[in-house]
């Protein structure tokens, strides 16, 4: 890939010219603005996910390793559909990395060479930002478009069920996380160090 100084890819996409027979084309612009915003979340998450499963050591080294691909695998699949309902609406999918960049409230992942369950514990927070925020653009389509409402609780389905795939990891005995009360992922990896000193 040739080095380039600028890059076009964080503009906003043109207005819809068409959309789909029967919704207004300022409420197709609502929605694929909602829809850029779920692809790069995802793009992002299966991103992340990658980075983990590279990233992850220690004598739950498989365990966490091998269950991230299957996520990643269905992820990437939920990107393209996301995609290919903005294009369906009228609009411009991005899913290029500077206009991922420029779009998302976030941060990277701050997590690096780590043990299983310090990713798992830093993980928890991003699904649980991923998921909320997905589970707010279900509402933010009810009156505006039940197709894209369907997509959407389609994925949530899916991706709180992974959600909990890795809080099963951090579940305490009486039914807390051992990582209750982080709100970022290196509070996270903190708290999960806590716990097991205290092991
Ligand atoms: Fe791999």
Redesign the pocket.
């Known amino acids: 890939m040739t080095t380039r100084k600028r890059s076009s890819s964080s503009r906003r996409s043109a207005a819809p010219r068409f959309t789909v027979p029967g919704i207004a084309i300022k409420d197709a612009q609502k929605l694929i603005d909602l829809l850029q915003m779920r692809l790069v979340a995802l793009t992002d998450l299966a991103m992340t996910l990658k980075h983990i ?2 990233n992850v050591i220690g004598p739950n080294f498989i365990a966490v ?1 091998t269950m991230l ?1 299957p996520q990643v695998d269905e992820i990437l699949p939920m990107v393209d559909a996301i995609a290919e309902r903005i294009a369906t609406l009228g609009g411009e999918p991005n899913g290029l990395p500077g206009g991922l960049v420029a779009t998302r409230t976030w941060d990277d992942y701050d997590v690096g060479r780590a043990n299983a369950i310090e990713h798992l514990g830093a993980l928890d927070m991003v699904y649980q930002g991923v998921n909320e925020d997905h589970r707010a653009a279900v509402d933010a389509v009810e009156d505006l478009d039940l197709v894209t409402q369907d997509m959407l609780i389609g994925q949530l389905e899916r991706l709180e069920l992974f959600h909990w795939f890795v809080r099963g990891h951090l579940e305490s005995m009486d039914g807390s996380l051992i990582t209750e009360g982080a709100k970022t992922e290196a509070g996270a990896q903190r708290k999960v160090r806590q716990a097991r000193k205290k092991a």
Request: aromatic share 24%; net charge negative.
């Open positions: 499963h590279w390793h691909d």
